[in-house]
Structures are given as C-alpha cells and as structure tokens.
C-alpha cells in the first residue's frame, strides 16, 4: 500500500526567502501529484510529474522528482505572501488512479 | 473552463440521519471519485467509480455509505446514518480516461454532524 509523507508539516518563512518541501511514498506510484488547498477551499492541481527526472516549473514554484529515491520535492523560490497556503503531494496507484495524499505541509509567508 | 461542481456547499444534519451530496463532474469525464477531508488533517480516499460500478474503496468506505450515478450527469455520495466521525469536508474529483491521469476536484461539501 502506498504511503506518502512530507516534511516539514509547518513552515514559516519569510518574504524572499527560499525553501524546499519534501515528499517521499514508499512503493511505486505511476505518477506524483503537487496541489495547493488555500483554508476552507478545494484543491488545486499544481502540477503533475509524469517520469524519473522530470522538472516542472510555474511562476516561483519548482517540482521534481525522483523515482529511484521515491522522492518529490517542491522549492519555492523568493516566497511571497501570495504563496501561503497549505501544499500536499499525492501519488496514485491502482487500475482507477486513486490518489494518496501526504500530511501536508502548511506554509507561511510573513512580511 | 469545465470544472466539477457541488451541492450543498454546506450541510448540517443530526447524527443518525441519512444525507446525499451531490457532484456534476466534468462532461467527458469517465472516472469519479469521492475524497474526505477532517478538518486540519490530509485528504483521504473513499471510493473510486467507473462505468457504473465501483472500482475501488478504502475501508472507509463501509456498508453506511453507497454511490450512485442516477441519470448520466450527477453522482451522488449517499451516507444511511451519519455520525459524529463523519463531519469532514467531502469532495468529488473527476478524469477523463488517459491523458495526464489528473483529477479536477470540486469545491467541496462541509458536512457537520450533530
């Protein structure tokens, strides 16, 4: 059964700051999911990382991964307040492409 | 742009009454998805759903709960008798078959039960 989990579970950093998100899953996902939940709102789809290697990148946020180290990541480069939201990773397995997600990592943005 | 809409956005109901919340996925999507969210903890799979029938469930998913895609456009979550535990925030994904495999999620129905 797949597990994901991410760290760190809170980040506050400051404006222009640089940090990273990571996300490791346990077996084989066929593909690795970023989205971004802003409080009491839906989910929204950042990006999809389809293979070993792939980098995505949109606006300040960058993805990767690596399969071989089960291993996501996603760098925010020189935060804004704009950012702050709640970020998950989630990865899917089986014949219908369920999604399981990590714990989330909650991130803020201060002045 | 399609998106996946819900209804209610809120519901609230005594524990032990039955609820329907309802999801219209994306028109040319085939796969349907209901997903739960406690508040403040991660997003959980219920049940997966394709060509009518279900495809996939978490043990979450028990005898209390069912699925249904009445007449082609809407599914809906059914739960017989709620309980206090079920108060989350409940949301419908939707795929389309192939493609990038990603899921568009609706805006999500907050279920409190009291």
């Known amino acids: 059964e797949l597990k994901v989990e991410q760290n760190p579970l809170f980040l506050s950093m400051q404006e222009g700051k640089n940090y990273t998100i990571y996300c490791n899953y346990s077996?084989?996902?066929?593909?690795l999911y970023w989205y971004r939940q802003d409080p009491g709102k839906s989910l929204e789809s950042l990006f999809v990382?389809?293979?070993?290697?792939a980098v995505k990148q949109e606006g300040r946020l960058m993805a990767s991964l690596d399969t071989k180290a089960r291993l996501s990541t996603l760098h925010i480069t020189a935060a804004v307040h704009d950012l702050s939201a709640t970020y998950f990773c989630?990865?899917?397995?089986?014949?219908?492409?369920?999604?399981?997600f990590g714990t989330g990592t909650r991130l803020q943005v201060t002045l | 742009e399609p998106e996946v809409t819900q209804t209610p956005s809120h519901q609230v109901t005594q524990m032990g009454q039955e609820v329907i919340l309802r999801c219209v996925p994306i028109?040319?999507?085939?796969?349907f998805y209901w997903y739960r969210q406690i508040l403040g903890q991660k997003v959980e799979f219920l049940v997966s759903?394709?060509?009518?029938?279900?495809?996939?469930k978490s043990e979450i998913f028990d005898d209390q709960f069912s699925v249904e895609r009445p007449d082609g456009s809407n599914f809906t979550l059914k739960i017989r008798s709620t309980k206090l535990e079920d108060s989350a925030m409940y949301f419908c994904?939707?795929?389309?078959?192939?493609?990038?495999?990603?899921?568009?999620f609706g805006p999500g129905t907050r279920l409190t039960v009291t």
């Open positions: 077996t084989t996902s066929d593909r």
């Open positions: 990382l389809l293979s070993n290697g």
């Open positions: 759903f394709y060509n009518n029938e279900i495809s996939e």
């Open positions: 028109s040319n999507h085939l796969y």
């Open positions: 989630a990865g899917n397995t089986g014949t219908a492409s369920k999604l399981t």
């Open positions: 994904a939707s795929r389309e078959r192939g493609g990038r495999d990603e899921q568009y």
